[in-house]
């Protein structure tokens, strides 16, 4: 598979994401509009996001920070989070198990 003929959905309002499926996993190659939000919300799904470039507003928990290309966050099943595009940003979020809904 190539990511250039996965067809982009868009999963909330400002976030594109491009999915891949596993039989335990997903992986989410974002393209998030400036100033898209994402309310905070917990899942049962273990989540690592990795932002590949622009500027993301992060709260985990309660702690927010702005992480920049290269930056890495672990986010633990059930613990609250949400976020914002400071600027465009290009985002990959590994999921386990399995996001269902985004099927």
């Known amino acids: 598979m190539n990511l250039s003929e996965?067809?982009?959905?868009?999963?909330?309002p400002g976030y594109h994401g491009k999915l891949v499926h596993s039989e335990s996993m997903t992986w989410v190659f974002w393209d998030v509009e400036k100033g898209a939000e994402v309310p905070e919300h917990h899942h049962i799904?273990?989540?690592?996001?990795h932002v590949v470039s622009g500027d993301f507003e992060f709260t985990l928990?309660?702690?927010t920070a702005t992480y920049?290309?290269?930056d890495v966050v672990i986010i633990p099943s059930n613990v609250p989070h949400s976020g914002k595009a400071l600027t465009p940003c290009k985002l990959m979020d590994i999921f386990n198990?399995?996001?269902?809904?985004y099927k």
């Open 97 to 101: 198990p399995v996001r269902a809904e």
């Open 45 to 49: 799904n273990e989540q690592i996001m």
């Open 68 to 70: 920049k290309a290269g």
């Open 6 to 12: 996965i067809p982009s959905k868009e999963i909330m």
């Open 61 to 63: 928990d309660g702690e």
